[in-house]
Protein backbone atom coordinates (compact mmCIF):
# COMPACT_ATOMS: atom_id res chain seq x y z
CA UNK A 1 0.00 0.00 0.00
CA UNK A 2 3.14 2.21 0.63
CA UNK A 3 4.48 1.64 -2.09
CA UNK A 4 1.85 2.79 -4.57
CA UNK A 5 1.03 5.83 -2.30
CA UNK A 6 4.89 6.81 -2.40
CA UNK A 7 4.85 6.82 -6.56
CA UNK A 8 1.94 8.54 -6.99
CA UNK A 9 3.44 11.08 -4.34
CA UNK A 10 6.62 11.33 -6.60
CA UNK A 11 4.14 11.54 -9.69
CA UNK A 12 2.42 14.92 -8.57
CA UNK A 13 5.36 16.48 -7.84
CA UNK A 14 6.61 15.90 -11.19
CA UNK A 15 3.43 17.13 -12.50
CA UNK A 16 3.46 20.39 -10.58
CA UNK A 17 7.51 21.36 -11.98
CA UNK A 18 6.36 20.10 -15.71
CA UNK A 19 2.93 22.56 -15.09
CA UNK A 20 5.64 25.34 -13.48
CA UNK A 21 7.73 24.95 -16.66
CA UNK A 22 5.36 25.24 -19.32
CA UNK A 23 3.90 28.08 -17.38
CA UNK A 24 7.32 30.01 -17.74
CA UNK A 25 8.06 29.01 -21.13
CA UNK A 26 4.78 30.44 -22.13
CA UNK A 27 4.90 33.72 -20.23
CA UNK A 28 8.65 34.06 -22.45
CA UNK A 29 6.57 32.69 -25.36
CA UNK A 30 4.16 35.51 -24.91
CA UNK A 31 6.82 38.33 -24.05
CA UNK A 32 9.13 37.64 -27.55
CA UNK A 33 6.14 37.66 -29.25
CA UNK A 34 4.90 41.09 -28.26
CA UNK A 35 8.40 42.33 -28.36
CA UNK A 36 8.34 41.28 -32.51
CA UNK A 37 5.01 43.00 -33.03
CA UNK A 38 3.22 39.71 -33.45
CA UNK A 39 -0.83 40.20 -33.72
CA UNK A 40 -2.69 40.03 -30.40
CA UNK A 41 -6.16 39.28 -31.16
CA UNK A 42 -9.09 39.66 -28.73
CA UNK A 43 -12.52 38.04 -28.72
CA UNK A 44 -15.23 40.83 -29.98
CA UNK A 45 -17.04 41.86 -27.31
CA UNK A 46 -20.99 40.67 -27.57
CA UNK A 47 -23.15 43.27 -29.36
CA UNK A 48 -26.15 41.70 -28.35
CA UNK A 49 -26.36 41.91 -24.43
CA UNK A 50 -28.36 44.97 -23.77
CA UNK A 51 -29.74 45.70 -20.68
CA UNK A 52 -32.99 44.27 -19.17
CA UNK A 53 -36.17 45.16 -17.76
CA UNK A 54 -35.78 47.19 -14.62
CA UNK A 55 -36.90 49.73 -12.07
CA UNK A 56 -37.09 52.85 -11.66
CA UNK A 57 -34.71 52.91 -9.10
CA UNK A 58 -30.97 52.29 -9.80
CA UNK A 59 -29.79 51.80 -13.59
CA UNK A 60 -29.52 49.23 -15.49
CA UNK A 61 -26.41 46.17 -14.08
CA UNK A 62 -25.51 45.38 -17.04
CA UNK A 63 -23.63 48.83 -17.40
CA UNK A 64 -21.15 47.36 -14.98
CA UNK A 65 -20.33 44.30 -17.43
CA UNK A 66 -17.77 44.46 -19.71
CA UNK A 67 -19.71 44.83 -23.84
CA UNK A 68 -18.98 47.33 -26.91
CA UNK A 69 -18.98 50.60 -25.84
CA UNK A 70 -19.94 49.84 -21.55
CA UNK A 71 -18.92 52.48 -19.90
CA UNK A 72 -16.89 50.14 -16.84
CA UNK A 73 -17.30 50.76 -12.94
CA UNK A 74 -13.72 50.04 -12.27
CA UNK A 75 -11.54 53.04 -13.13
CA UNK A 76 -9.10 50.24 -15.03
CA UNK A 77 -11.74 47.36 -15.53
CA UNK A 78 -11.86 47.64 -19.18
CA UNK A 79 -10.80 50.11 -21.87
CA UNK A 80 -13.81 50.54 -24.45
CA UNK A 81 -13.12 49.94 -27.66
CA UNK A 82 -15.23 52.35 -29.60
CA UNK A 83 -15.94 53.58 -33.72
CA UNK A 84 -15.09 57.40 -34.37
CA UNK A 85 -12.70 59.78 -34.31
CA UNK A 86 -11.58 62.85 -31.88
CA UNK A 87 -9.25 65.58 -31.87
CA UNK A 88 -6.33 64.59 -29.51
CA UNK A 89 -4.37 68.21 -28.26
CA UNK A 90 -1.33 66.08 -28.50
CA UNK A 91 0.50 63.14 -28.18
CA UNK A 92 0.06 61.88 -24.57
CA UNK A 93 2.18 58.19 -24.66
CA UNK A 94 5.42 58.98 -22.34
CA UNK A 95 8.40 60.32 -24.76
CA UNK A 96 10.89 57.99 -25.37
CA UNK A 97 13.86 57.66 -27.98
CA UNK A 98 13.33 54.28 -28.13
CA UNK A 99 10.98 53.34 -31.22
CA UNK A 100 10.47 49.97 -30.12
CA UNK A 101 9.15 51.89 -26.55
CA UNK A 102 6.95 53.64 -28.55
CA UNK A 103 5.55 50.63 -30.29
CA UNK A 104 4.85 48.67 -27.06
CA UNK A 105 2.96 52.02 -25.87
CA UNK A 106 0.56 51.92 -28.21
CA UNK A 107 0.19 48.52 -29.33
CA UNK A 108 -1.45 48.19 -25.11
CA UNK A 109 -4.15 50.21 -26.79
CA UNK A 110 -4.57 49.35 -30.35
CA UNK A 111 -4.29 45.54 -29.55
CA UNK A 112 -7.35 45.57 -27.97
CA UNK A 113 -9.18 45.79 -31.22
CA UNK A 114 -8.89 42.98 -33.83
CA UNK A 115 -6.17 43.11 -36.17
CA UNK A 116 -7.23 44.45 -39.96
CA UNK A 117 -6.71 40.99 -42.16
CA UNK A 118 -3.03 42.62 -43.17
CA UNK A 119 -0.48 44.20 -41.21
CA UNK A 120 1.77 45.94 -43.35
CA UNK A 121 1.04 46.70 -47.05
CA UNK A 122 3.54 46.43 -49.83
CA UNK A 123 5.63 49.49 -50.73
CA UNK A 124 5.56 48.03 -54.42
CA UNK A 125 1.62 47.80 -54.42
CA UNK A 126 -0.65 50.25 -56.66
CA UNK A 127 -3.12 51.99 -54.58
CA UNK A 128 -5.71 54.78 -55.55
CA UNK A 129 -6.47 56.76 -53.50
CA UNK A 130 -7.12 60.84 -52.92
CA UNK A 131 -5.08 63.61 -53.33
CA UNK A 132 -1.71 63.34 -53.65
CA UNK A 133 1.21 61.12 -51.60
CA UNK A 134 4.17 63.21 -50.85
CA UNK A 135 6.23 60.55 -48.49
CA UNK A 136 7.01 59.05 -45.66
CA UNK A 137 8.20 61.68 -42.45
CA UNK A 138 9.53 61.65 -39.18
CA UNK A 139 7.20 62.46 -36.30
CA UNK A 140 8.51 62.05 -32.63
CA UNK A 141 8.89 64.61 -29.80
CA UNK A 142 11.63 65.87 -31.75
CA UNK A 143 10.74 66.47 -35.15
CA UNK A 144 7.04 66.74 -35.53
CA UNK A 145 6.32 66.79 -39.12
CA UNK A 146 2.62 68.21 -38.55
CA UNK A 147 1.40 70.57 -35.35
CA UNK A 148 -2.17 70.83 -36.17
CA UNK A 149 -5.04 68.91 -35.12
CA UNK A 150 -5.15 65.17 -34.37
CA UNK A 151 -7.79 62.67 -34.35
CA UNK A 152 -8.14 59.05 -33.87
CA UNK A 153 -10.26 56.23 -35.68
CA UNK A 154 -8.94 52.99 -34.07
CA UNK A 155 -11.22 50.62 -36.63
CA UNK A 156 -11.97 52.45 -39.55
CA UNK A 157 -9.23 55.19 -40.12
CA UNK A 158 -8.23 55.57 -44.02
CA UNK A 159 -6.73 58.10 -46.33
CA UNK A 160 -9.91 59.64 -47.56
CA UNK A 161 -11.11 60.29 -44.04
CA UNK A 162 -7.91 61.61 -42.55
CA UNK A 163 -7.63 63.74 -45.78
CA UNK A 164 -11.51 65.04 -45.63
CA UNK A 165 -10.77 66.04 -41.91
CA UNK A 166 -7.84 67.78 -42.69
CA UNK A 167 -9.19 70.02 -45.91
CA UNK A 168 -12.65 70.62 -43.82
CA UNK A 169 -10.51 72.13 -40.71
CA UNK A 170 -8.66 74.14 -43.44
CA UNK A 171 -5.16 72.13 -43.67
CA UNK A 172 -3.17 71.50 -46.81
CA UNK A 173 -1.65 68.27 -45.44
CA UNK A 174 -2.93 65.20 -44.19
CA UNK A 175 -0.97 62.67 -42.08
CA UNK A 176 -1.37 59.19 -41.09
CA UNK A 177 0.44 57.32 -38.08
CA UNK A 178 0.28 53.94 -36.83
CA UNK A 179 -2.87 53.18 -39.00
CA UNK A 180 -5.07 54.84 -36.73
CA UNK A 181 -3.42 58.06 -36.37
CA UNK A 182 -4.51 61.31 -38.45
CA UNK A 183 -2.59 64.24 -38.13
CA UNK A 184 -3.46 67.57 -39.97
CA UNK A 185 -1.13 70.82 -40.81
CA UNK A 186 0.20 73.26 -43.51
CA UNK A 187 3.57 72.88 -43.59
CA UNK A 188 5.70 70.00 -43.05
CA UNK A 189 8.33 70.37 -40.46
CA UNK A 190 10.69 67.74 -40.09
CA UNK A 191 13.14 65.17 -42.61
CA UNK A 192 12.09 62.64 -44.89
CA UNK A 193 12.48 59.25 -43.40
CA UNK A 194 12.75 55.75 -45.34
CA UNK A 195 9.29 54.59 -47.14
CA UNK A 196 10.17 50.83 -45.71
CA UNK A 197 9.18 53.02 -42.00
CA UNK A 198 5.25 53.64 -43.44
CA UNK A 199 4.75 50.16 -44.12
CA UNK A 200 1.89 49.89 -42.07
CA UNK A 201 -2.12 49.60 -43.53
CA UNK A 202 -4.67 52.02 -42.31
CA UNK A 203 -7.38 49.93 -40.39
CA UNK A 204 -10.48 51.08 -42.62
CA UNK A 205 -8.27 50.05 -45.78
CA UNK A 206 -6.09 48.07 -48.17
CA UNK A 207 -3.39 49.19 -50.21
CA UNK A 208 -2.92 52.69 -48.80
CA UNK A 209 0.72 53.57 -46.87
CA UNK A 210 -0.83 54.88 -43.26
CA UNK A 211 2.55 55.73 -41.51
CA UNK A 212 4.45 53.52 -38.54
CA UNK A 213 5.82 54.22 -35.42
CA UNK A 214 7.12 57.57 -35.09
CA UNK A 215 6.55 57.99 -38.62
CA UNK A 216 4.05 59.95 -41.12
CA UNK A 217 2.16 58.89 -44.33
CA UNK A 218 2.00 62.20 -45.54
CA UNK A 219 -0.98 63.49 -48.58
CA UNK A 220 -1.76 66.71 -49.77
CA UNK A 221 -5.10 67.32 -50.24
CA UNK A 222 -7.28 67.31 -53.35
CA UNK A 223 -7.26 71.34 -54.22
CA UNK A 224 -10.82 72.75 -54.66
CA UNK A 225 -11.43 75.54 -56.55
CA UNK A 226 -11.94 79.44 -54.70
CA UNK A 227 -14.93 79.56 -52.83
CA UNK A 228 -15.89 75.79 -53.12
CA UNK A 229 -13.99 74.89 -50.35
CA UNK A 230 -16.14 73.48 -47.19
CA UNK A 231 -15.00 74.18 -43.63
CA UNK A 232 -16.00 73.44 -40.11
CA UNK A 233 -16.20 74.99 -37.20
CA UNK A 234 -16.75 78.09 -38.49
CA UNK A 235 -18.36 80.72 -36.64
CA UNK A 236 -19.48 84.60 -36.99
CA UNK A 237 -18.30 86.47 -34.23
CA UNK A 238 -19.84 89.67 -35.10
CA UNK A 239 -19.34 93.39 -36.07
CA UNK A 240 -16.92 94.97 -34.57
CA UNK A 241 -16.04 98.79 -35.52
CA UNK A 242 -12.15 99.36 -34.92
CA UNK A 243 -9.75 102.53 -35.34
CA UNK A 244 -7.66 102.17 -38.58
CA UNK A 245 -4.39 102.44 -36.63
CA UNK A 246 -5.17 99.11 -34.48
CA UNK A 247 -5.98 97.13 -38.03
CA UNK A 248 -3.19 98.15 -39.94
CA UNK A 249 -1.15 95.90 -37.20
CA UNK A 250 -2.74 92.86 -37.97
CA UNK A 251 -0.18 90.37 -39.32
CA UNK A 252 -1.97 89.74 -42.62
CA UNK A 253 -4.00 91.79 -45.29
CA UNK A 254 -5.50 91.12 -48.59
CA UNK A 255 -7.17 93.70 -50.96
CA UNK A 256 -9.41 91.96 -53.53
CA UNK A 257 -11.41 93.27 -55.54
CA UNK A 258 -13.94 90.48 -55.66
CA UNK A 259 -13.69 89.58 -52.14
CA UNK A 260 -16.27 87.23 -50.55
CA UNK A 261 -16.65 85.94 -47.10
CA UNK A 262 -15.63 82.87 -47.93
CA UNK A 263 -12.32 83.97 -49.63
CA UNK A 264 -11.31 85.94 -47.08
CA UNK A 265 -11.57 82.97 -44.65
CA UNK A 266 -10.17 80.67 -46.76
CA UNK A 267 -6.85 83.16 -46.93
CA UNK A 268 -6.93 83.48 -42.84
CA UNK A 269 -7.51 79.54 -42.95
CA UNK A 270 -4.14 78.90 -45.30
CA UNK A 271 -2.24 81.35 -43.41
CA UNK A 272 -3.43 79.60 -40.50
CA UNK A 273 -4.53 82.30 -37.97
CA UNK A 274 -8.24 81.94 -36.22
CA UNK A 275 -9.71 85.22 -37.03
CA UNK A 276 -10.89 86.85 -40.66
CA UNK A 277 -12.03 90.22 -40.19
CA UNK A 278 -13.74 91.53 -43.53
CA UNK A 279 -14.65 94.25 -45.07
CA UNK A 280 -15.02 94.39 -48.58
CA UNK A 281 -12.83 94.56 -50.43
CA UNK A 282 -10.17 94.30 -47.41
CA UNK A 283 -9.36 91.03 -45.64
CA UNK A 284 -7.31 91.01 -42.30
CA UNK A 285 -6.26 88.00 -41.04
CA UNK A 286 -5.43 87.90 -37.27
CA UNK A 287 -5.24 86.20 -33.33
CA UNK A 288 -7.67 86.09 -31.23
CA UNK A 289 -8.18 89.32 -28.86
CA UNK A 290 -9.50 91.12 -26.50
CA UNK A 291 -10.03 93.86 -28.95
CA UNK A 292 -13.22 91.31 -30.08
CA UNK A 293 -14.92 91.42 -26.79
CA UNK A 294 -18.94 90.52 -26.99
CA UNK A 295 -19.64 94.06 -24.99
CA UNK A 296 -17.83 95.46 -27.85
CA UNK A 297 -20.00 94.22 -30.73
CA UNK A 298 -21.87 96.78 -32.78
CA UNK A 299 -25.23 96.70 -34.70
CA UNK A 300 -24.66 93.61 -37.08
CA UNK A 301 -26.66 96.96 -39.32
CA UNK A 302 -23.77 98.61 -39.36
CA UNK A 303 -21.39 96.02 -41.59
CA UNK A 304 -24.79 95.19 -43.61
CA UNK A 305 -22.86 97.57 -46.03
CA UNK A 306 -19.77 95.11 -46.22
CA UNK A 307 -21.99 92.87 -48.71
CA UNK A 308 -22.07 95.63 -51.37
CA UNK A 309 -19.22 97.62 -50.79
CA UNK A 310 -17.03 97.42 -53.51
CA UNK A 311 -14.62 100.07 -52.72
CA UNK A 312 -12.83 101.42 -49.57
CA UNK A 313 -14.88 103.99 -47.09
CA UNK A 314 -13.60 107.16 -46.98
CA UNK A 315 -9.58 108.09 -46.19
CA UNK A 316 -11.36 110.51 -43.48
CA UNK A 317 -12.96 107.90 -41.52
CA UNK A 318 -10.93 107.06 -38.27
CA UNK A 319 -13.15 104.12 -37.46
CA UNK A 320 -14.34 100.76 -39.47
CA UNK A 321 -16.87 98.30 -39.51
CA UNK A 322 -15.95 94.84 -39.70
CA UNK A 323 -17.20 91.86 -39.75
CA UNK A 324 -15.22 89.30 -37.93
CA UNK A 325 -15.25 85.22 -38.49
CA UNK A 326 -13.61 82.12 -36.52
CA UNK A 327 -11.41 80.26 -39.04
CA UNK A 328 -11.21 76.50 -38.23
CA UNK A 329 -8.00 77.16 -37.68
CA UNK A 330 -7.41 76.50 -33.66
CA UNK A 331 -5.37 79.28 -32.06
CA UNK A 332 -2.15 77.60 -30.14
CA UNK A 333 -3.70 78.93 -27.04
CA UNK A 334 -6.33 76.98 -26.66
CA UNK A 335 -4.49 73.79 -27.36
CA UNK A 336 -2.71 74.44 -23.94
CA UNK A 337 -4.53 72.71 -20.79
CA UNK A 338 -2.79 71.42 -17.55
CA UNK A 339 -3.71 69.48 -13.83
CA UNK A 340 -4.74 72.08 -11.05
CA UNK A 341 -1.40 73.48 -9.94
CA UNK A 342 -2.78 72.78 -6.82
CA UNK A 343 -5.04 69.99 -5.63
CA UNK A 344 -8.32 70.90 -4.85
CA UNK A 345 -9.97 69.47 -1.34
CA UNK A 346 -13.28 69.88 -2.82
CA UNK A 347 -14.93 67.29 -5.61
CA UNK A 348 -17.03 68.70 -7.97
CA UNK A 349 -19.41 66.18 -10.47
CA UNK A 350 -20.20 66.77 -13.74
CA UNK A 351 -23.43 64.43 -13.86
CA UNK A 352 -25.64 63.44 -16.12
CA UNK A 353 -27.50 60.53 -17.93
CA UNK A 354 -25.65 58.90 -20.77
CA UNK A 355 -26.18 60.07 -23.84
CA UNK A 356 -26.52 63.78 -22.48
CA UNK A 357 -23.47 65.66 -24.01
CA UNK A 358 -20.92 64.61 -21.27
CA UNK A 359 -18.03 64.51 -23.24
CA UNK A 360 -19.04 67.88 -25.61
CA UNK A 361 -19.51 69.83 -21.93
CA UNK A 362 -16.12 68.46 -20.86
CA UNK A 363 -14.61 69.82 -24.10
CA UNK A 364 -16.18 72.97 -23.41
CA UNK A 365 -15.14 73.51 -19.66
CA UNK A 366 -11.48 72.23 -20.83
CA UNK A 367 -11.73 75.09 -23.35
CA UNK A 368 -12.41 78.05 -21.17
CA UNK A 369 -10.46 77.00 -18.19
CA UNK A 370 -7.56 75.50 -19.82
CA UNK A 371 -7.81 72.88 -16.74
CA UNK A 372 -8.33 69.28 -17.18
CA UNK A 373 -11.68 67.37 -16.31
CA UNK A 374 -11.63 64.56 -15.10
CA UNK A 375 -13.93 60.79 -14.54
CA UNK A 376 -15.75 58.18 -12.40
CA UNK A 377 -14.61 55.56 -15.12
CA UNK A 378 -11.85 55.16 -17.39
CA UNK A 379 -12.68 55.50 -21.31
CA UNK A 380 -9.63 55.23 -23.31
CA UNK A 381 -10.66 55.89 -26.26
CA UNK A 382 -11.68 59.33 -24.55
CA UNK A 383 -7.80 59.67 -23.21
CA UNK A 384 -6.27 59.10 -26.50
CA UNK A 385 -8.42 62.31 -27.95
CA UNK A 386 -6.92 64.10 -25.27
CA UNK A 387 -8.98 63.98 -22.31
CA UNK A 388 -5.85 63.61 -19.90
CA UNK A 389 -8.01 63.34 -16.97
CA UNK A 390 -9.67 59.94 -18.05
CA UNK A 391 -6.26 58.47 -16.36
CA UNK A 392 -5.87 60.30 -13.62
CA UNK A 393 -7.44 58.88 -10.35
CA UNK A 394 -10.83 60.66 -10.25
CA UNK A 395 -10.50 61.39 -6.00
CA UNK A 396 -6.80 62.77 -6.51
CA UNK A 397 -8.16 66.92 -7.14
CA UNK A 398 -5.98 67.64 -9.79
CA UNK A 399 -9.09 67.72 -12.01
CA UNK A 400 -11.62 70.96 -12.23
CA UNK A 401 -14.56 68.36 -12.34
CA UNK A 402 -15.34 64.74 -12.83
CA UNK A 403 -17.37 62.80 -15.00
CA UNK A 404 -19.86 60.58 -13.24
CA UNK A 405 -22.88 58.86 -14.53
CA UNK A 406 -23.55 57.33 -11.39
CA UNK A 407 -26.90 58.07 -9.30
CA UNK A 408 -26.97 55.89 -6.18
CA UNK A 409 -26.89 58.13 -3.07
CA UNK A 410 -23.21 56.89 -1.60
CA UNK A 411 -21.97 57.61 -4.80
CA UNK A 412 -23.62 61.11 -5.05
CA UNK A 413 -22.50 62.00 -1.32
CA UNK A 414 -18.99 61.58 -2.77
CA UNK A 415 -19.07 64.79 -4.33
CA UNK A 416 -19.35 68.08 -2.36
CA UNK A 417 -21.48 70.04 -5.25
CA UNK A 418 -21.85 68.85 -8.67
CA UNK A 419 -23.17 70.57 -12.59
CA UNK A 420 -26.26 68.25 -13.42
CA UNK A 421 -26.45 68.45 -16.97
CA UNK A 422 -30.19 67.62 -18.46
CA UNK A 423 -30.97 66.84 -21.72
CA UNK A 424 -34.45 65.63 -23.64
CA UNK A 425 -34.58 62.13 -22.61
CA UNK A 426 -35.91 61.65 -26.62
CA UNK A 427 -32.55 62.46 -27.58
CA UNK A 428 -30.69 61.16 -24.84
CA UNK A 429 -32.23 57.41 -25.77
CA UNK A 430 -31.18 58.14 -29.01
CA UNK A 431 -27.52 59.42 -28.58
CA UNK A 432 -26.63 56.50 -26.15
CA UNK A 433 -28.24 53.94 -28.43
CA UNK A 434 -26.30 55.42 -31.03
CA UNK A 435 -23.04 54.93 -29.16
CA UNK A 436 -23.61 51.45 -28.05
CA UNK A 437 -24.59 50.49 -31.31
CA UNK A 438 -21.68 52.62 -33.32
CA UNK A 439 -19.54 54.25 -31.11
CA UNK A 440 -19.25 58.01 -29.69
CA UNK A 441 -19.52 59.44 -33.19
CA UNK A 442 -21.13 56.47 -35.33
CA UNK A 443 -25.04 55.92 -35.61
CA UNK A 444 -27.23 52.98 -35.35
CA UNK A 445 -28.64 51.55 -38.54
CA UNK A 446 -32.02 51.22 -39.37
CA UNK A 447 -32.22 47.57 -39.00
CA UNK A 448 -30.86 48.65 -35.48
CA UNK A 449 -33.64 50.18 -34.80
CA UNK A 450 -36.17 48.16 -36.13
CA UNK A 451 -34.58 45.17 -33.74
CA UNK A 452 -35.95 43.86 -30.60
CA UNK A 453 -32.86 45.49 -28.53
CA UNK A 454 -34.07 48.89 -29.20
CA UNK A 455 -37.79 48.80 -27.01
CA UNK A 456 -35.75 46.75 -23.95
CA UNK A 457 -32.90 49.37 -24.06
CA UNK A 458 -35.83 52.47 -23.67
CA UNK A 459 -38.10 50.17 -21.13
CA UNK A 460 -34.41 49.99 -19.13
CA UNK A 461 -33.01 53.17 -19.95
CA UNK A 462 -35.94 55.63 -19.84
CA UNK A 463 -36.53 55.29 -16.11
CA UNK A 464 -32.94 55.58 -15.54
CA UNK A 465 -33.55 59.17 -17.07
CA UNK A 466 -35.66 59.96 -14.37
CA UNK A 467 -33.92 58.34 -11.18
CA UNK A 468 -31.09 59.88 -12.24
CA UNK A 469 -31.72 63.33 -11.69
CA UNK A 470 -34.48 62.80 -9.16
CA UNK A 471 -31.55 61.29 -7.43
CA UNK A 472 -29.50 64.10 -7.24
CA UNK A 473 -32.33 66.60 -6.74
CA UNK A 474 -32.21 64.96 -3.55
CA UNK A 475 -29.09 63.80 -2.54
CA UNK A 476 -26.70 66.41 -3.95
CA UNK A 477 -25.13 68.82 -1.53
CA UNK A 478 -24.91 71.76 -4.21
CA UNK A 479 -26.28 71.84 -7.16
CA UNK A 480 -26.28 73.74 -10.76
CA UNK A 481 -28.34 72.62 -13.05
CA UNK A 482 -27.13 73.65 -16.89
CA UNK A 483 -29.85 72.16 -19.42
CA UNK A 484 -28.43 70.76 -22.71
CA UNK A 485 -30.48 72.66 -25.26
CA UNK A 486 -30.10 75.84 -23.16
CA UNK A 487 -26.21 75.65 -23.61
CA UNK A 488 -26.60 75.15 -27.42
CA UNK A 489 -28.64 78.54 -27.64
CA UNK A 490 -26.77 80.58 -25.39
CA UNK A 491 -23.01 79.04 -25.42
CA UNK A 492 -21.62 81.95 -23.55
CA UNK A 493 -24.26 83.16 -21.12
CA UNK A 494 -24.18 79.72 -20.03
CA UNK A 495 -20.30 78.66 -19.84
CA UNK A 496 -19.54 82.29 -17.80
CA UNK A 497 -22.39 80.54 -15.27
CA UNK A 498 -20.42 77.17 -15.30
CA UNK A 499 -16.69 78.65 -14.26
CA UNK A 500 -18.10 80.96 -12.05
CA UNK A 501 -19.71 78.23 -10.22
CA UNK A 502 -16.11 76.43 -10.80
CA UNK A 503 -14.72 78.98 -9.20
CA UNK A 504 -12.53 79.54 -12.06
CA UNK A 505 -11.02 82.54 -13.85
CA UNK A 506 -12.16 82.72 -17.67
CA UNK A 507 -10.32 85.35 -19.59
CA UNK A 508 -11.64 86.98 -22.73
CA UNK A 509 -9.17 84.83 -24.96
CA UNK A 510 -10.39 81.49 -23.64
CA UNK A 511 -14.09 82.21 -23.90
CA UNK A 512 -13.24 83.49 -27.70
CA UNK A 513 -11.16 79.77 -27.64
CA UNK A 514 -14.63 77.86 -26.64
CA UNK A 515 -16.73 80.01 -28.93
CA UNK A 516 -14.78 79.31 -32.11
CA UNK A 517 -14.30 75.42 -31.83
CA UNK A 518 -17.70 74.54 -29.53
CA UNK A 519 -18.24 71.63 -31.74
CA UNK A 520 -14.38 70.27 -31.84
CA UNK A 521 -14.72 66.65 -32.59
CA UNK A 522 -16.91 65.32 -29.95
CA UNK A 523 -20.10 65.78 -30.98
CA UNK A 524 -22.06 63.54 -33.41
CA UNK A 525 -23.24 64.56 -36.36
CA UNK A 526 -27.14 65.27 -36.73
CA UNK A 527 -27.28 64.45 -40.20
CA UNK A 528 -27.85 61.61 -39.91
CA UNK A 529 -30.90 59.87 -38.67
CA UNK A 530 -33.81 57.07 -38.59
CA UNK A 531 -35.65 57.07 -41.46
CA UNK A 532 -38.65 56.51 -39.35
CA UNK A 533 -40.00 57.90 -35.39
CA UNK A 534 -38.34 55.07 -33.53
CA UNK A 535 -40.73 55.67 -30.58
CA UNK A 536 -44.11 54.62 -30.64
CA UNK A 537 -47.34 55.30 -28.93
CA UNK A 538 -46.20 53.14 -25.70
CA UNK A 539 -42.85 54.57 -25.35
CA UNK A 540 -44.25 58.37 -25.55
CA UNK A 541 -46.45 57.25 -22.40
CA UNK A 542 -44.11 55.45 -20.80
CA UNK A 543 -41.56 58.60 -21.09
CA UNK A 544 -43.27 61.68 -20.85
CA UNK A 545 -44.72 61.35 -17.11
CA UNK A 546 -41.21 61.05 -16.66
CA UNK A 547 -40.59 64.29 -17.82
CA UNK A 548 -43.52 65.63 -15.72
CA UNK A 549 -42.03 64.17 -12.96
CA UNK A 550 -38.54 65.40 -13.38
CA UNK A 551 -39.80 69.16 -14.11
CA UNK A 552 -41.66 69.03 -10.59
CA UNK A 553 -38.66 68.21 -9.01
CA UNK A 554 -36.82 70.94 -10.27
CA UNK A 555 -39.90 73.83 -10.00
CA UNK A 556 -39.99 72.60 -5.84
CA UNK A 557 -36.38 73.04 -5.30
CA UNK A 558 -36.56 76.60 -7.10
CA UNK A 559 -33.94 75.48 -10.08
CA UNK A 560 -34.61 76.23 -13.57
CA UNK A 561 -37.33 74.10 -15.00
CA UNK A 562 -37.43 71.98 -18.04
CA UNK A 563 -37.37 73.43 -21.42
CA UNK A 564 -41.01 73.65 -23.18
CA UNK A 565 -39.20 71.60 -26.04
CA UNK A 566 -39.81 68.71 -23.97
CA UNK A 567 -43.13 68.24 -23.21
CA UNK A 568 -46.01 70.77 -23.48
CA UNK A 569 -47.10 71.83 -20.63
Excluded at 216 to 245: A, D, T, W
Amino acid sequence: MVAPLYRLHCLLKRAQMLLLCLGIAYLMAGSILLLQRSSVRVAQPNLAGLPPLLSLAAPPTALRTAGLGVRARSRWAAVQPVSGGGAKAGRHWPASQSLGVQHLHRRWFHSLLPESPEQRVSLHRSSRHKGTYIGCFLHNASDRALGGTMLYDLRKMTSSLCQDTCSESGYQFAGLEYGAECHCGNRISSPRAPEEDCSLVCRGERGSPCGGVGRLSIYKVEEQLPGHRKFRNVHYRGCFKMPKNTISTFPTYSLQPNLTTQSCIETCTDKELPLAVFRKPHCFCTWTSSLFSLNQQSDNQQCAGNYTAISAPPASAEHEHFQVYHTPVLDSRCKERMFLPQRSSSLVALSSFPGAGNTWVRHLIELVTGYYTGSFYFDGTLYNRGFKGEKDYWKSGRSICVKTHESGQKEIEMFDSAILLIRNPYRSLVAEFNRKCAGHLGHATDAQWKSKEWPEFVSSYAPWWASHALSWLKFGRRLLVVHYEELQRTLLPQLRLITDFLNATMTEERLLCAQSNQDGHFKRSGAQRPSFDPFTTDMRQMIDPFIRTVDQALQSRNLSRLPQEYLPR
